[in-house]
């Protein structure tokens, strides 16, 4: 396993993040099985890999739960947990969005959950549009001076209002986003045109979620049929990416991948690591297989002209249209 550090901090982070959605039963695609859930956390952790991403809202708390029963047997200075927060919880007022009293209430079930005093990454979910981020920044700050949370994050919003929260921060002396977490692959590369060129700027660390595309850039799907198993199936938003421009995007990684003789998947994640701003992108397996082959994108080397053709396909383009995870 390679290291780096998590933007301009001083946090040792593996070079790939095992994300944990898929640790739960709430959707068809996920795991449902908390005994394969845990085997992939360990060989995860055998393999090197140190950081690990959930959030609350993911099967309503059942990632965390899961996560935090993995862990219990491993030193806990040795692993960098990360978690989130913004989604609905419960009925009723109070149970969603940045406001202090859910940010501050749902830090402790999350810790709970987690079994653990301390949450390594505590990371905004969304922008809440209707409380001022100055409000949530001043509760994240009061749990990184109370050692509840050791780092801030934040995923998926607009340039102006990550540079806005930032500029918060500095104007108030809160506690600073280190880690920006937004969705970027191969065929997602809109963020190129909005929050990657300010992390790069600021020194803010950058998780991508969806390395893969929902598993479009796995090259299990095929352009002349419908999908009939794998998230494509039941998710619109990997079925969207079904487009002429992504369908010539993965011609050009399978092409390469037939070359260098590695698979789509080692292709499209090493084209990420590639990428200077990236710190960690996060994986989603749904086994071990799965994880052993992404890992491995490691040992793939790409040179510039391979970069140029699996990029030539497309034009970044920044769209408010981005789905929720």
């Known amino acids: 396993m390679e290291y780096t550090t998590l933007g301009d901090t001083g946090l040792e982070v593996s070079r790939f993040c095992l994300g944990c959605m898929n640790f739960g039963s709430d959707r068809e695609w996920m795991i449902g099985d908390e005994d394969e859930s845990r085997e992939i956390?360990?060989?995860?952790?055998?393999?090197?890999?140190?950081?690990l991403d959930t959030a609350n809202v993911y099967s309503h708390g059942e990632s965390e739960e899961i996560v935090g029963r993995a862990i219990e047997?491993?030193?806990?200075?040795?692993?960098?947990?990360?978690?989130?927060?913004?989604?609905?919880?419960?009925e009723g007022p109070n149970k969603q969005g940045l406001s202090r009293k859910h940010v501050l209430d749902q830090v402790e079930g999350s810790l709970e959950r987690l079994g653990t005093d301390y949450i390594d990454l505590y990371q905004i979910h969304r922008w809440d549009e209707s409380t001022p981020i100055a409000?949530?920044?001043?509760?994240?700050?009061?749990l990184v001076e109370t050692g509840k949370v050791r780092y801030i994050g934040a995923s998926t919003m607009a340039s102006w209002q990550f540079t806005k929260a930032l500029y918060e921060s500095d104007l108030n002396d809160y506690a600073r986003f280190t880690c920006m977490q937004p969705q970027y692959n191969l065929v997602d590369r809109q963020e190129e045109e909005n929050v990657l060129p300010v992390c790069a700027d600021q020194g803010v660390g950058v998780i991508p979620?969806?390395?893969l595309g929902g598993?479009?850039?796995?090259?299990?799907?095929?352009?002349?049929?419908?999908?009939?198993s794998g998230r494509a199936a039941t998710d619109e938003h990997t079925y969207e990416r079904f487009t002429d421009e992504n369908w010539a995007v993965l011609d050009a990684v399978r092409e390469i991948a037939d070359e260098k003789d590695v698979t789509p998947a080692q292709v499209s994640l090493s084209w990420l690591l590639h990428k200077e701003v990236v710190d960690a992108p996060i994986v989603g397996p749904r086994s071990i297989d799965h994880l052993e082959e992404n890992v491995a994108a490691l040992d793939v080397s790409l040179s510039r002209d391979d970069i140029?053709?699996?990029?030539?396909?497309?034009?970044?383009?920044?769209s408010r249209d981005i789905a929720d995870t």
Do not use: C
């Not at 491993?74 to 927060?85: C, F, G, P, S, W």
């Not at 479009?216 to 419908?226: P, V």
């Open 41 to 51: 956390i360990d060989r995860a952790i055998d393999l090197g890999v140190n950081f």
């Open 73 to 90: 047997e491993y030193d806990r200075e040795q692993l960098v947990i990360a978690t989130k927060v913004y989604g609905s919880m419960g």
């Open 135 to 142: 409000e949530t920044l001043h509760a994240l700050d009061h």
């Open 209 to 211: 979620w969806s390395p």
């Open 215 to 228: 598993g479009f850039l796995t090259g299990k799907y095929d352009r002349d049929s419908e999908p009939e």
């Open 308 to 318: 140029e053709r699996l990029e030539a396909p497309k034009d970044p383009v920044w």
